[in-house]
């Protein structure tokens, strides 16, 4: 199918209403509001469909008290355009959740994006017609729309997970998870309140609910690593200097690891002395953050650097902790750090020592039921009044299951994952022509800077469309071998570090019955751009070239 005539902007602008677009886009995160301007601006027709009233993704739903993102904030934003990187400025080193959808809004207005979003819309089916190589997407409001592509902006930490503790239904008090945090203001002034789960949610939001409840306690299954955040606000000073050098900060950001400037010690962690390996640690750690697992280049992949990190990590938070049978509670022994993602805080240890917070480790007593007055463990009853859901995310393939994606033969993706996701380059799958994943599974996507990221793939699959417009081929599919192969090769990388150790939900632990494997590319951000570089510059190599019907 030929190219839709260059629109103007302008008149692309409401598609809306187009029942026939050459792209559908599912969600309008970071990944879903760029796929629409790139689009757009190589003019397709495009439709994007947003489950949320407003655009932001997770930047929208995620709304707990001390939502933050542990990316610094000059460099979780958009890099594509130079005017909106000098025309935004961020007020604090690590965004509140409120300042990035506040950015996200403006991006939107600025790029005239709402009129091609149609909000308070699920996705809930994708088919394929092997014919036309064209697919059909309906939506949970009735709509039908055909489209020669459909991308899926889904997000990898958007499918909130609730673990299916008896009786929760029965509980009389507010019951909140993180993930779907209400939009008034939640006061929990005079309350009694749980939080289940010590993740970067619970850890964000502890500290703050600590400060309001009357008692707060907190129910811990595993624990851990987490790293004081040093957040702060720049100055005028500081921004006016990372406004002047943004291309070389850039730079940097592209061709690293994890898609922000940051540059590892540049020995092993046993290849300096005692001292200026603890002087490394010591300088990480004051600029705070989850960088903490990159501070030498081998820690993810050594045991004994990973255990000097660990060491470090370990003597910093026992310092801070009043009790050291807490301590002994609050410190993770079950894997090796930074295989589980490291969490960023604001005195999260510290909020042990107040009085009105208690420690349950229900790894030692777990949680039985819950019932109408709290949270019964197995040796004590909880009475409570509000409970916090701070447990998590059927991440990178949730969000994906929850739409019945048909492919060839009638084939369903989340049947065709049943042991596992299979993809190539985290872009494209065997039997499902033209439908592309935006930071899926087989990609960094998470270890990475997620908005780089996401343009990344966009470009990648702007490029992909122009390509086969260019050449007169109607779709892109990759081959079974090709799937194979990247997963094998996904594999084998991860099998080489440190991280298949851990139980996390990169390895979709935390979802009772979800395959146990590595969901993630780890060979890092630059390297893999590099392949998928050489993959397009080679004609696509490893994808069929189909010519329409
Ligand atoms: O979720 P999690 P999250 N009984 O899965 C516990 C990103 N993020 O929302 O470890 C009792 O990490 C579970 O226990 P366990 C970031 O990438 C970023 O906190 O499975 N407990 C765990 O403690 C992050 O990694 C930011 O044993 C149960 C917790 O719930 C990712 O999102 C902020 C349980 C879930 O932790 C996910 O973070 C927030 C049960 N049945 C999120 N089931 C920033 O940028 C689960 N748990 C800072």
Not at 475 to 494: H, K
Request: a negative charge; hydrophobic letters at 40%.
């Amino acid at each position: 199918m030929a190219r839709r005539p260059t629109s103007t902007v302008g008149a692309v602008s409401n598609s809306a209403e187009l029942d026939v677009v050459d792209a559908v886009v599912v969600g309008a995160g970071f990944a879903g509001l760029y796929a629409l301007h790139k689009f757009r601006s190589q003019g397709l027709s495009v439709r994007v469909f947003e489950a949320a009233p407003e655009v932001g993704g997770t930047w929208y739903f995620n709304r707990y008290p001390g939502a933050r993102c542990d990316v610094e904030s000059v460099d979780y934003c958009f890099s594509f355009s130079e005017e909106l990187q000098q025309e935004w400025t961020w007020t604090e080193k690590y965004a509140t959740q409120a300042e990035i959808l506040r950015y996200m809004n403006w991006v939107a207005d600025r790029l005239d994006l709402r009129g091609g979003i149609t909000f308070n819309t699920r996705v809930t089916s994708a088919t394929l017609d092997e014919q036309s190589l064209r697919w059909t997407v309906v939506t949970d409001t009735g709509e039908t729309v055909t489209a020669r592509f459909v991308v899926m902006a889904t997000g990898p930490l958007s499918a909130a997970l609730t673990p299916a503790f008896p009786g929760l239904d029965t509980f009389a008090g507010e019951v909140y998870h993180t993930a779907h945090w209400p939009h008034e203001p939640v006061d929990f002034t005079g309350k009694r309140v749980a939080v289940i789960g010590t993740g970067s949610s619970g850890i964000q939001s502890i500290p703050l609910i600590a400060e309001q409840a009357e008692h707060l306690y907190v129910f811990q299954r595993t624990p851990n690593f987490s790293v004081p955040a040093g957040n702060r606000p720049l100055t005028a000073e500081e921004v006016a200097e990372i406004k002047a050098n943004y291309a070389e900060r850039r730079r940097l950001s592209w061709r690293s690891g994890g898609g922000s400037p940051h540059i590892a010690h540049p020995k092993l962690t046993m290849e300096v002395s005692a001292e200026e390996r603890r002087a490394a640690f010591e300088r990480r750690w004051d600029l705070g953050g989850v960088l903490f697992s990159k501070t030498f280049s081998d820690q993810m992949i050594d045991e004994a650097a990973n255990e000097e990190a660990r060491k470090f990590y370990e003597e910093k938070v026992r310092a801070v902790i009043d009790d050291p049978a807490l301590a002994d509670l609050l410190i993770p022994n079950d894997h090796p750090i930074g295989t589980k993602r490291i969490c960023t805080d604001t005195n999260y240890f510290q909020t042990f020592n107040r009085p009105n917070v208690t420690l349950v480790s229900v790894r030692n007593t777990p949680i039985e039921s819950i019932d109408p007055t709290g949270i019964a463990t197995s040796d004590t009853h909880y009475d409570i009044d509000a409970l916090v859901l701070a447990t998590g995310f059927d991440a990178m393939t949730g969000a994906l299951d929850k739409i019945d994606i048909v492919g060839r033969d009638g084939r369903r993706l989340r049947e065709d994952w049943a042991d596992g996701p299979r993809t190539y380059l985290g872009l494209g799958v065997d039997g499902f022509p033209n439908l592309f994943l935006v930071s899926g599974p087989g990609a960094p996507a998470v270890l990475a800077n997620m908005v780089l990221h996401a343009e990344a793939h966009i470009d990648w699959i702007a490029d992909a469309i122009g390509f086969l417009d260019d050449h007169g081929y109607a779709a892109l599919e990759a081959t079974p071998e090709s799937v194979d192969n990247w997963i094998a090769e996904c594999n084998q990388r991860a099998e080489a570090t440190l991280f298949p150790k851990a139980n996390s939900w990169y390895m979709g632990a935390n979802v009772p019955g979800k395959p146990r494997v590595f969901m993630l590319f780890i060979g890092g951000f630059a390297a893999y751009l590099d392949i998928c570089a050489e993959v397009a510059a080679a004609g696509y190599k490893g994808f069929s070239l189909l010519k329409g019907a």
